[in-house]
């Protein structure tokens, strides 16, 4: 039985996984995301006692070459040796990844990407990410940020859009991720039609063919299509699980997949993007069977 966590910036989930790949949630906390000698003795208590492998996904890139954390909704771990110093805390090996990572992991290996060489899984909802998975291995790359396709330009060029350059949470200004996620159809309703409306209205709106709001989804269509058949081109993926708020709405989803399709350099007949539920339990699959591995590689 592993230990397996997800820990984002508001919330700690610690569950227990057997070789049925069934998470069986434990027991939830806050995520002291300010104090790391907090977090660590967080981790520690709800981790309880054991010598099996503990998975962690986590929200935060770590460097694959110095393990070390940057974080910008737990501050505390940036700069941080997380498994190393959890490991030692816990006394028993502990192996942490990118939650965007653990996600995608976790559908190449028990999702809906079973079967597939290429994935590429990406979320939609609050904000962007994505990751990719390459012969059951996910791409951390050099820096471990491979797979983030929503923090580079946003540009509407099927539809001629002039586009606002909003400061994104990366540090850059007009990223994709700025006008991509829930909020950024907020933001491109007020750019074009001067109204603040919440993203559930403006879509209620556009499944009721509403002009304004039809006008915002074809623009937020281009500006997002355009950037994943980018990153389609690149990556050239054979399936596409997408997660976030927005992959549940499926005429959303349908939409954005007959764009992506009819943006990538070579046609794809058939449906690429995916919807799925992701998660704590994708996270929690995806950290457990990542620990399971790597543990097995390094006793091996």
Known sequence: MLCCFDIGGSKTVVADMGDDEM????????????????????????????????????????????????????????????????????????????????FAFAEAKAGVGVGHRHVLAVIIGTGIGGAVVIDGKVMSGATGNAGEWGHGPASAMRTGTPLPAIECGCGQRGCVDTLGAARGIERLHEHLHGLEIDSFEILAQWHGGGEQATRTVDVFLDIVGGALANTVNMVDPSIVPVSGGLAQDGPLMEALDLEVRQRCLIERSERLLIPVRGGVESALIGAAIFAREAYHAGNS
């Open 23 to 102: 998470p069986v949630i434990r027991r939830r906390q806050i995520t002291p995301a300010d104090d790391y000698a907090a977090f660590l003795e967080t981790v520690k208590a709800m981790a309880g006692e054991g010598r099996t492998p503990v998975g962690i996904s986590i929200a935060a890139v770590i460097n694959p070459h110095t393990g070390l954390a940057r974080s910008a909704n737990i501050p505390c771990i940036t700069g941080r040796n997380i498994a190393r110093d959890l490991g030692e805390g816990l006394g028993r090996p502990v192996f942490v990844m990118n939650d965007a990572n653990a």
